[in-house]
Every structure is written in structure tokens, then in C-alpha cells.
């Protein structure tokens, strides 16, 4: 009779050091999932900024330009918040709504990254205005479209994502 009271003792002490385990686990994952929405909603707030400083640009691609136009004006968008989101399987703890304007939004951004990147690696005459425009022109189809598609989408975004920061 007297191995009744220490199993019973020994019983509540692994329950309470399981226990205590999974709620230090769970305060992990709930601070991780945290600072990765604070880190996308960051991302997404930066990409914002960045796309509203490009759209000018993208608006004299289409007429004259005036000034000189360099390989350092054209900018990738940011993506390694949204990638970590996704590795993470936090993407799908968004409603589905959200989730779907997620993914459009970063959709249209691996786009803009593919043409940016195209136009970066292409030999163009920066210096005479006149010949970059004739050379870029082709490559730009559909550059300022998705500018401004994307400032509109990545403003409804931003605003969806602060419950979840």
C-alpha cells in the first residue's frame, strides 16, 4: 500500500512536466506565428512605400523622358516574409478571403520581380533617354497596370492583416 501514494506522486509530476511542456511550446509557436505577421505585415507595408515611389517612373516610361532613367530606379519587391509565412503553414491560418488576396498580391509581385529582373540584366543605354525608351518599351507591357494594381491590392492587404499583428 505504501507504492499507491508514491505512483500517484509520480503520476502528477510527469502530467505537470507534460503539461508545462506543451504550454511552453504553445507560447513558442504563438510568439513565433507573432513575429512572422509582424515581419509580412512590415514586408507588405514596405512593398507598398516602394511600388507608390515606382509609379511615377512607370507613368514616363510611357511618354518622354526627361530625365535620365537608371538601372538603380527600377527595385524588386520583397518576398521573404510572405515565402517564411508560407513554409510555415501560417498563410493558411488566414480566412480564405485574405488567403486568396495573399497570394494574387504576391503573384503579381513575382511578375513585377521577373520583369524588373529581365530589364536589369538587359544592356540598355541608360544615358540617351531617346534609346532607352525604344529599347525598354517592349519590355515594359502591362508595368504600369500591375503598379497600380498592386498599390491598390497591397492597401487592402495591409489593412486585413493588422488583426493578425
Not at 505512483?7 to 510527469?14: D, M, Q, S, Y
Not at 538601372?71 to 515565402?83: P, R
Amino acid at each position: 500500500m505504501d507504492l499507491l501514494p508514491s505512483l500517484v506522486g509520480a503520476f502528477i509530476t510527469g502530467l505537470i512536466s507534460i503539461s508545462t511542456a506543451f504550454i511552453i511550446l504553445k507560447l513558442q509557436e504563438w510568439r513565433n506565428k507573432k513575429r512572422v505577421f509582424k515581419a509580412f505585415y512590415s514586408e507588405v507595408e514596405s512593398n507598398l512605400s516602394t511600388v507608390k515611389k515606382l509609379l511615377p517612373l512607370a507613368e514616363s516610361l510611357g511618354k518622354t523622358v526627361k530625365s535620365v532613367v537608371t538601372k538603380f530606379d527600377l527595385q524588386n519587391l520583397y518576398i521573404a516574409s510572405y515565402e517564411e509565412l508560407r513554409r510555415l503553414g501560417y498563410l493558411l491560418s488566414l480566412n480564405e478571403k485574405v488567403r486568396a488576396l495573399t497570394e494574387e498580391v504576391y503573384g503579381l509581385i513575382s511578375c513585377h520581380n521577373n520583369q524588373t529582373n529581365e530589364l536589369m540584366n538587359q544592356q540598355f543605354n541608360f544615358s540617351n533617354p531617346k534609346a532607352l525608351m525604344l529599347s525598354m518599351i517592349p519590355r515594359l507591357g502591362g508595368y504600369k497596370e500591375r503598379l497600380e494594381e498592386l498599390v491598390q491590392k497591397l492597401g487592402v492587404l495591409k489593412e486585413e492583416l493588422k488583426s493578425h499583428i
